[in-house]
């Protein structure tokens, strides 16, 4: 049972435009959560992070949404870049050590 | 130089083989932990080991035993491989949370098993 879901599996988006992630989950349990994007054949890379007790994060140009009483998070990219083309996960933690994941949303950033 | 490192990278066997894949972290985590990503891309946690303990198991067929001979690496032995096993593999370290430290987890690039 997908405990955390991703409904888009793909984004097409505009560079220089905002790139929006979506995510929502099931478990009010998860109390940290993670983004995380994925080169083909590579492994998955750590992009930003937001613990529960928080409602946005932000790094550069990610910023994380937390919205706790609707189970949902999602990460906004802006500008999107050619480089960010990839696919990114969602993630939640679970008592510290179990991390669950979304399926993915690839994202293409058209020149 | 490579924080969470995996070999072999491909890994292509025969059904019924027996086969290891090893992780080493040079990043001084006292948590690591193996992923499977299945043919549909799901990621899903296997285990997990924090300095040299199980902590987590999932439902994970007993073919699979994780060995971690010290902190800094967890190996992954499969017994009498099957086609179902083929995925690829990953191997994450995290900081030893006592520390008050991050809880992001690290991911080494990935062993592709393919069974035939």
């Not at chain 2, 992954?76 to 030893?96: K, P, T």
Request: glycine content about 6%; hydrophobic content about 35%.
């Amino acid at each position: 049972d997908q405990q955390v879901k991703q409904n888009s599996p793909s984004l097409s988006v505009q560079e220089g435009r905002i790139s929006i992630l979506n995510c929502d989950y099931t478990n009010s349990m998860f109390d940290y959560f993670l983004w995380y994007k994925k080169y083909p054949a590579e492994g998955p890379t750590f992009l930003i992070s937001i613990s529960s007790i928080k409602d946005k994060n932000e790094d550069g140009r990610f910023t994380v949404f937390l919205n706790k009483s609707a189970k949902h998070l999602s990460l906004h990219i802006v500008p999107s870049q050619p480089g960010d083309s990839a696919v990114y996960f969602c993630a939640a933690l679970l008592n510290d050590y179990k991390l669950s994941f979304g399926a993915g949303t690839t994202v293409t950033v058209r020149a | 130089d490579t924080a969470v490192s995996q070999t072999p990278k491909y890994l292509v066997t025969q059904m019924g083989n027996d086969k290891s894949i090893k992780c080493e972290q040079n990043l001084g985590h006292d948590t690591m932990y193996w992923y499977k990503q299945d043919s549909k891309k799901f990621l899903k946690i296997m285990f997990s080991y924090n300095n040299k303990e199980l902590i987590i198991n999932e439902t994970v067929p007993n073919r699979f035993s994780p060995k971690s001979p010290d902190k800094a690496h967890l190996n992954l032995h499969i017994n009498s491989l099957e086609l179902g096993d083929s995925a690829v593999y990953f191997c994450a370290s995290s900081q030893d949370l006592q520390q008050g430290a991050s809880k992001t987890q690290y991911f080494g690039p990935g062993t592709r098993l393919l069974v035939l």
